[in-house]
C-alpha cells in the first residue's frame, strides 16, 4: 500500500491532506523519515506520525491499563473518561469489551470490532476474568468452597455461576478470584453476600489476555495477534 493511502485510511485524511501531512516531515516509516506519498507500506512496517503509531484502517484492538478514578465509557459528567488516557483517531468508533468501575483497576480490553467483543462479554461464551482482590476481613475457610458452589446475591433469582477462588496472602487478606459472569458489581456482590467488603479490586485477565506487566496506570499498547485470536478459541 502507498503511504499517502495509509494515511488516508488511519487518519480519515484525504489524498490531498494525507500529502501535505508527508511533506511536513513528520511521518517516518520503520523510523525513517519519508516525504513521498509513494513509498510502499508492508504489514511489518510501523509508521509515525508525529512520534505517535498509527494504524490503517482495520479493526483495533487495544489493552489499556486502567487507573482508579476512571470510568469505562465516553462521557460522564463526575469522572474522567479512560479514553482520555488514548492518543487515537476516530476515538467514537472505539468501545470497551467489559467494563470496569470508577475505583477498579486493571485490564480494559478496547476496540471497534463488535463480534470480536460480543465474544468476550456475551453470557454464554463464559469467558473468564480474573482478579486480585483485597477484602477488610479475614478470608474464612469455607470461602472456596462457597464460591464453587455459586452465591446467592442480593435481587437476584439464582445462584452465581461456579467461581475459583485461590488464597493469595492471608494476612493481607488477598486473594484472586476467577468468575465466568459479569453481573453489575458482581465480585463486590459476592464477597458482600458472605459478610466481607472489598477494600481494592484489580482486574489481571480476560480469558487468555493477561495484563502486560511493563505497562504502567494509564498507558496502553495493542494486542498481538496471538492475544487477539485467544478470544475464538
Known sequence: MRLDKYLCDALGATRKEATRIIKSGDVTVNDVVQKSGSVKVTDDCTVEWQGREIHKAGPRYIMLFKPDGF?????????????????E?????????GRLDVDTTGLVLITDDGQWSHRITSPKHKCEKTYRVWLADPVQ????????????LRNEKGLTLPAQL????????????TITEGKYHQVKRMFAALGNKVEHLHRERIGAIELCKS??????RYLTEEEVASVWK
Open 141 to 152: 475457610a469455607d470461602y472456596a468452597d462457597k464460591f464453587a458452589e455459586g452465591i446467592q
Open 215 to 220: 505497562l504502567e496506570p494509564g498507558e496502553y
Open 71 to 87: 470510568v469505562c465509557s465516553h462521557e460522564d459528567g463526575f469522572n474522567q473518561t479512560a479514553f482520555m488516557l488514548l492518543d
Open 89 to 97: 483517531v476516530k476515538m467514537e468508533e472505539l468501545h470497551f469489551a
Open 166 to 177: 485461590e488464597i493469595v496472602d492471608e494476612e493481607e487478606n488477598e486473594v484472586l478470584l
